[in-house]
């Protein structure tokens, strides 16, 4: 075999000299930095020009083949080039229209796999380039499967062909032990992951990786280590020595769940070491999410919220009447709930205090659970296993700064790592829940996402703002949204009696029925213009405009003149001989 025998597995190749260039498959080669070229004894010389650290081994091996090198500095490869003729399986991997991406060629005595991808012209080139996307073997399969289905990832793809032909959903990743990439999970999420590892050191260290890659997205997580195993078996062996696939199942059946290792992991969940990368197309090829909320249009399932306001305006006295509203699934300020438990955390106001407003709204039962006082010092492991245990709804932190342990509120930085962690718990499959915590307006009357207390990591990290004003006539709401509906800014009543707030139509609203009550005060009998009415109310001068002509359009007043320069429009009180307005103007 000479250098023109293996000038298919490079790209771009052309002659050069008495041997010829290429595209080096080592590195982002822009330009035929490779020489490939016949040296003595048979053996084929390659040598790569960029200044980029590749080596002989390197090359042949993102080529796809080993061969025997002819650089005496470096060692021999360890098998000669073997045609595709000779491999004994082909195994393909597919995309989700089942378009092969790429195949693995197995050859026996020895055993060896080689990767190769289609070409232009519809045969096959040895290699896998680095811009080729990986898959996990089977995919198709594996996402038409019934998502309650066990999946049992195998070490090979021998051994995933073997479980699928016994009516088990099986897969593996390429290269075998050691190769699995976290971008393999978006396709396992909140699926049951079963792990079956080779009986050797490679396969169970293999087996721990891929666990610690998917714990953090599947529903739940085992590692089996098949009994009565040969030293490198794997379950094709156990197979053929006579043990059964419903054997299997009993054990799946048996087996507890995996879980990290808290001194590798931390005390909440395996530690993240890589992104999880999704291409594009896999990412427009995803179903639409539907959004569902627990506030209808207002507080998203999986979401994050803050209500601020500054103190004293009744932001707790809001959030307990939400508890109530949501525990017994009734409309809030016009807004339908979705009906669920609910965790108050009040870690503020006294017990007392609380046991009286929820006993003021004569609201009862076993749908709001309540913890008063200091949190606990493992305060996010605690909410975790509440949320897990009561599966709520809505979980209201009265305040968040007696929750999140944030030095300085203030940093940007801390603000965004302190909330991180809940805003993945509420977005996390086993929670599902939305989390809204109580937070302080700062000084001064800064408006939106501004008026909160502290960095504008606050504002940034919510799916939700709802704030609260204490106007000059009332108490106000309004939410500022990532998803849903905005609430326009909305007069808030407090009945002092019941302890329960109701909707009193938007503030503008309101405003402007003032201003028209005002006008209606100030006119006499004489018509007045505009700036008459202005001069003698005061205040907002746009508002008066728009409270003169509302009522004009109400026939609540006459309107004469030309409302031209020095024949301005004049506004009376109607009477028996004034004609009625025809039109809105």
Known sequence: MGARDILHLFKNVKRAGDGWAARCPTHDDQRNSLSIADGNNGRILLHCHANAGCTYAGIVQAAGVMLHNGNSSEPRGKSDYRPDSEATAVYDYLDERGEVLYQVLRFDDPKDFRPRVPNDSGSFERGLPKTVRRVLYRLPELLASDKQATVFVVEGEKDADRLASLG?????????????????????????????????????????????????????????????????????????????????????????????????????????????????????????????????????????????????????????????????????????????????????????????????????????????????????????????????????????????????????????????????MARSSECQCHIQAVHHNGKGEREGGDALLGSTGFFGAVDTLLIMKRRERARTLETLQRYGENMPETVVYLDAETGLVSPGGDMQTLVLEERKAAVMDNLGDEPLTEADIKERIGGNQGLISKAVRALHVEGRLDRTGAGKKGDPYRYQRPNENTQKPSENL
């Open 168 to 424: 088990l959903i099986a897969t593996t990743n390429i290269g075998g032990a050691g190769k699995w990439r976290d971008e393999y999970n978006a396709v396992l999420c909140e699926r049951r992951i079963c792990i079956l590892p080779d009986n050797d050191d490679a396969g169970r260290r293999h087996a721990a990786s891929v666990a610690r890659s998917v714990y953090e997205i599947a529903e739940r997580v085992q590692i089996i280590q098949l009994p009565n195993l040969a030293p490198k078996g794997d379950v094709s062996d156990w197979l053929d020595a006579g043990d059964t696939i419903e054997q299997l199942k009993a054990m799946v059946e048996a087996a507890p769940s995996w879980k990290p290792d808290v001194s590798e992991s931390g005390a909440r969940s395996s530690r993240i070491t890589r992104f999880t990368f999704t291409t594009l197309d896999e990412l427009l090829n995803e179903p639409e999410e539907e959004t569902a909320y627990v506030w209808d249009r207002t507080l998203p399932r999986g979401g994050f919220s803050i209500c601020a306001a500054k103190p004293k305006v009744g932001k707790s006295t809001l959030a307990r009447n939400l508890a109530v509203a949501v525990s017994q699934g009734r409309g809030f300020f016009g807004r339908a709930t979705a009906q669920g438990s609910v965790i108050y955390l009040c870690l503020e106001e006294k017990r007392a205090e609380v046991a009286r407003h929820f006993r003021q709204m004569k609201a009862s039962g076993q749908n709001i659970i309540i913890h008063t006082g200091r949190t606990p010092d493992d305060v996010l492991d605690a909410l975790e296993a509440a949320i897990i245990e009561h599966s709520p709804a809505l979980v209201i932190i009265d305040p968040l700064s007696r929750f999140v342990r944030v030095a300085d509120f203030n940093s940007y930085g801390e603000v965004t790592r302190g909330l991180e962690p809940l805003i993945d």
